[in-house]
């Protein structure tokens, strides 16, 4: 999710429902800190506690020193980062290659741990390949070294995010494990977060993707779990009021020039699967300034009001019930837990 969840995003989250979001990725390499990427990336002036900074890199001591130095900047949870797959992380021997050496997946976690006096996590996937699935060894590893809890993408390295998403292994960590578990991988809708919770046992789920123009998921698996019923979809107003207050905020984030062309990802993202997409797209590509791209997107939610109140997505119901087949008599979800702000809180 680099490029996608920054202050402004996480903010919209959080609005929306989410109870927790995690920084981009923060090098643990000090001669990046000074960059104005990175600079942007330290940046939660405003922003809802807790603040969850997630960090990467191979090498003990830089992870020790880069969790330190983001705590002293207002980090309140340092997230360390074994689940990226990504090329340039993984040919740096960090991310997700860290878990084909579990020697050094140990002296990393202890060392962040013993650095600062803050909750740590991790996130990590099922292990390196479908031959080499070690996320129950990883899971122990971290336990024994103080971390908090842990996040499973259910998927390989090798897997990228193509593919099932192994939910029997993210319920194998969450029987091995004492401390929180949250499952992650393709969770979509409010029907697919009951069923993996009520499969894995997990006591949270972390979102990613799923939420990427459709923030409003945070609430709707929210009032789902509460109530057994679903929120209708937002209405067009409510939807470009949202849009255009997570620009504004975008705008002021990068400043103008910058700001335009990352908001296009949003902007193409909030818009997948609605009526008159690829016209949109084509236009938010070709505008170069906030004016243009504010006119585009009331262009784009003129023309959705005339065709009814609400959004209608292409893809709604869309893989959902072979999945709730393959979950049918799970069994009951464990609490969610509080660690994070109880932790804050002490």
């Known amino acids: 999710m680099a490029g996608v969840t920054d202050r402004p995003f996480r903010m919209l989250c959080k609005r929306m429902g989410a109870g927790y979001a995690v920084s981009e990725m923060v090098a643990s390499n ?4 000074g960059t104005d990427r990175t600079r942007r990336r330290m940046d939660h002036a405003g922003e809802v506690a807790p603040i969850a900074v997630q960090i990467a890199g191979a090498d003990p001591a830089l992870m020790a020193d880069a969790a330190r130095y983001n705590v002293d900047r ?3 949870i340092i997230d360390i980062n074994m689940g990226c797959p990504a090329k340039k992380v993984c040919n740096a021997a960090a991310g997700s290659a860290l878990l084909s050496n579990e020697r050094l997946v140990a002296e990393i976690v202890a060392a962040v741990v013993r650095a600062v006096d803050v909750p740590v996590t991790l996130k990590i996937r099922t292990g390196a390949s479908p031959g080499e699935r070690n996320a129950v060894t990883i899971a ?5 070294a103080g971390v908090a809890a842990l996040a499973v993408h259910g998927r390989t390295r090798a897997c990228l995010f193509a593919g099932p998403v192994e939910f029997a292994t993210v319920r194998a960590v969450k029987r091995a494990a004492r401390i929180p578990v949250f499952a992650n991988g393709d969770i979509t809708t409010p029907e697919r977060a009951r069923d993996v919770l009520a499969y894995t046992g997990a006591d949270a789920l972390m979102i990613g993707r799923g939420a990427h123009g459709r923030p409003w998921l945070f609430r709707e698996i929210t009032h789902f779990l509460a109530t057994g019923a679903r929120l209708p979809a937002p209405t067009v107003d409510e939807a ?4 255009v207050e997570h620009l504004g905020d975008h705008y002021a984030f990068y400043g103008a020039e910058l700001g335009v062309r990352i908001a296009r990802r949003h902007l193409h993202r909030y818009t997948e699967q609605l009526t008159g997409a690829a016209e949109f797209r084509t236009a938010i590509n070709a505008a170069e300034s906030t004016d243009a791209q504010y006119a585009a997107v009331a262009r784009f939610f003129e023309g959705l009001a005339g065709e009814g109140e609400r959004l209608r997505y292409g893809d709604d119901g869309a ?3 072979s999945f709730v087949d393959n979950f049918r008599g799970a069994a009951q979800r464990s609490p969610r837990q509080t660690w994070f702000r109880e932790a804050l809180a002490a």
């Open 30 to 33: 000090p001669r990046l800190w």
């Open 74 to 76: 207002g980090a309140q």
């Open 140 to 144: 122990r590893i971290a336990e024994d």
């Open 319 to 321: 893989e959902e019930a």
């Open 240 to 243: 470009q009021r949202a849009i």
